[in-house]
């Protein structure tokens, strides 16, 4: 234990409330297409979920490796800049919440962490053959195998149950949904709360607590789980709305097929040690499962303003993350108070923000677009 400093002790918190924000972010991945059409209701959906994100960050620990010792070289980073890395993670998360658009909060966390160590330990800090392989490849296949696979499973299931009663389709399906949106969410605890367990473990090797090439601590895998548990449990309503609402209008049949073939992408790359974004797996999934269903309606405006956060995600983490590190780096104790003051503020500020037009358990499904201010009301009559 006398490895762990107080800036250390800070990192651990911090990265913990990255995993919280990851949780409350990445709900919709799991349950949205579930909640819209009725499979689920909400509060019961996360509650669900949130147990099961803490079940699958036991499944396996291969992500967490891959963070903790394939993107960045552990032996030139410290916990100053992990520190940095995870507030450009957080405070893109936060953003993208508010706005509700589905981007990658794994995306995100590597973009910090490269800008991060980028500036406080030089190109050479950063393993970019890994990050190719590990994240960007999986980033552009993983969204298309998911859709595919999720049209292809969504065809077949019209067309087997073409001449079976409708009441008796949705209602089978639907039972079918609470199975593979139980698994969506053990798959995503087995994926995403790997990756503050990574962050957590590269910190305390960093540190010099634990050796090169460890793997994450008992309480490490428990304290992220935890974490990732609880945001999942407060619902991420805003990005709900956008993937259960926003992207076409779901039917029981579509939403298993988009969450078997989210399930089944996730998964396998968890056990492959690839830390791909559930987030793009499921919008994936969902689209695929929209183009499956013929006359169906698929919201090409939100597809596309959820591709562009996709590509800007990285970079804006990585910006937000290096100026961090160089603040950090430069301003010692006093400047990792001034950046966590500063981020405590736009986090603030974020959250007051989405209060004008709050997004609740009681309303998710009320409309399919996500919007900061309310509506204006009309008025009947002139003024004189």
């Known amino acids: 234990m006398d490895h762990i400093t107080f800036l250390v002790a800070v990192v651990i918190v911090t990265a913990l409330a990255f995993d919280f924000t990851n949780g409350f972010h990445d709900t919709a991945n799991a349950m949205a297409t579930s909640i819209a059409t009725g499979a689920l209701k909400p509060r019961t959906a996360v509650l669900l979920s949130g147990v099961l994100n803490i079940g699958g960050a036991f499944l396996s620990t291969e992500v967490a490796k891959t963070i903790s010792g394939g993107i960045v070289d552990d032996t030139l980073v410290t916990p100053g800049m992990i520190f940095a890395g995870l507030v450009g993670a957080i405070l893109w998360n936060l953003l993208t919440w508010l706005l509700g ?203 596309g303003r959820m591709v562009i956060a996709w590509l800007v995600t990285l970079p804006a983490a990585a910006l937000v993350g290096g100026v961090s590190a160089s603040v950090v780096k430069h301003g010692g104790t006093f400047g990792t108070v001034v950046i966590a003051l500063c981020a405590a503020a736009v986090a603030a500020f974020i959250v007051l923000a989405s209060r004008r037009n709050p997004v609740r358990a009681d309303n998710v499904n009320d409309a399919h677009e996500v919007t900061v201010r309310a509506a204006v009301p009309t008025t009947v009559g002139t003024v004189a």
């Open 101 to 303: 658009l589905p981007s990658s909060s794994s995306h995100a966390l590597f973009g910090g962490l490269v800008g991060a160590v980028w500036v406080g330990a030089g190109e050479h800090g950063v393993h970019f053959d890994k990050v190719v392989e590990k994240v960007l490849i999986p980033a552009v296949a993983s969204p298309i195998v998911a859709g595919v696979a999720a049209l292809l499973a969504t065809y077949l299931a019209y067309k087997i149950t073409a001449r079976a009663r409708q009441d008796s389709v949705t209602k089978g399906f639907r039972l079918g949904q609470i199975a593979s949106a139980s698994l969506v969410s053990l798959a995503h605890g087995t994926n995403d709360a790997q990756k503050t367990m990574g962050v957590i473990t590269l910190t305390l090797i960093s540190a010099g607590a634990l050796g090169h090439d460890a793997g994450p601590p008992v309480w490490v895998i428990a304290s992220a789980g935890l974490a990732n548990g609880l945001g999942t449990y407060l619902g991420g309503w805003r990005i709900i709305r956008t993937m259960g609402k926003g992207l076409t209008d779901i039917q029981s049949p579509q939403g298993f097929a988009a969450e078997a073939a989210a399930t089944t992408v996730i998964l396998t790359s968890a056990h492959l040690g690839f830390a791909l974004s559930t987030t793009q797996v499921c919008s994936g999934g969902i689209l695929g499962a929209g183009l499956g269903r013929r006359l169906a309606e698929v919201r090409w405006g939100t597809a």
